[in-house]
């Protein structure tokens, strides 16, 4: 009997071993477009994506390997450099610590207020810098002692105000003057001298 499909029948022969291979060939083409095809996209994508992944932990584990030695590269340079306009000038504590005094006295004066007494503290080191330190005594009404914490806080250079202490003066006119102590820091760039040989001559003590 001769095969038939929808009615019609199929060739036999030679033609219909063509079209059996015909078929065959199609129906692997859709198997391939369907299946096989899209697997071996999803497969290179997933290649891809691990290798994107690979390249970036290797980024990040470099970066990772620096952050130490840039962190503290950064952290010297803050400390050993800094805006001329924001600490004192002057090779030395004394010249520091006048430098200091003049400008306290300078902003005491443009508050109208009076200078009783300024006292040098003993410098610091604080990094790469020199902590100056002064404590002010200075009378005046309530409205120009603000006056005066508010351009002491302004100015440059930067200092900054610690130990305040405000107590009742004497009487001024219709106003009554105030009595305000602080101690005021700025810095300087540098470290301290080497004692001298007379400082290591008094530590030592006498010779026997």
């Given amino acids: 009997m001769t095969p038939t499909v929808l009615g019609a029948p199929l060739p036999t022969g030679r033609d219909g071993k063509l079209l ?72 030395s504590d004394p010249i520091a610590g006048a430098a ?42 309530w409205a120009r002692l603000i006056a005066l914490l508010a351009a002491i806080e302004r100015a440059e250079p930067r200092m900054s105000i610690s130990n305040l202490q405000i107590q009742a003066g004497p009487l001024g006119g219709p106003e009554q003057l105030l009595d305000m102590s602080l101690s005021v820091t700025a810095f300087r760039a540098g470290t301290a001298p080497p004692p001298s040989a007379a400082d290591t001559d008094s530590a030592a003590g006498p010779a026997p």
């Fill in 20 to 91: 059996a291979i015909g078929i065959a060939v199609v129906a692997l083409g859709v198997v391939w477009l369907v299946l096989i095809g899209p697997l071996i996209g999803w497969y290179g994508d997933r290649e891809q994506a691990l290798e994107q992944r690979i390249e970036y932990a290797g980024r990040m584990a470099a970066i990772a390997a620096q952050y130490p030695a840039a962190r503290a590269a950064a952290r010297a340079a803050q400390e050993q450099a800094a805006p001329t306009d924001m600490i004192l000038s002057g090779d």
């Fill in 100 to 141: 200091l005094e003049s400008l306290i006295d300078g902003l005491t004066h443009d508050a109208n207020a009076t200078l009783i007494s300024t006292e040098a503290l003993p410098a610091t080191q604080d990094g790469g810098f020199r902590r100056i330190g002064l404590h002010v005594t200075a009378r005046a009404s």
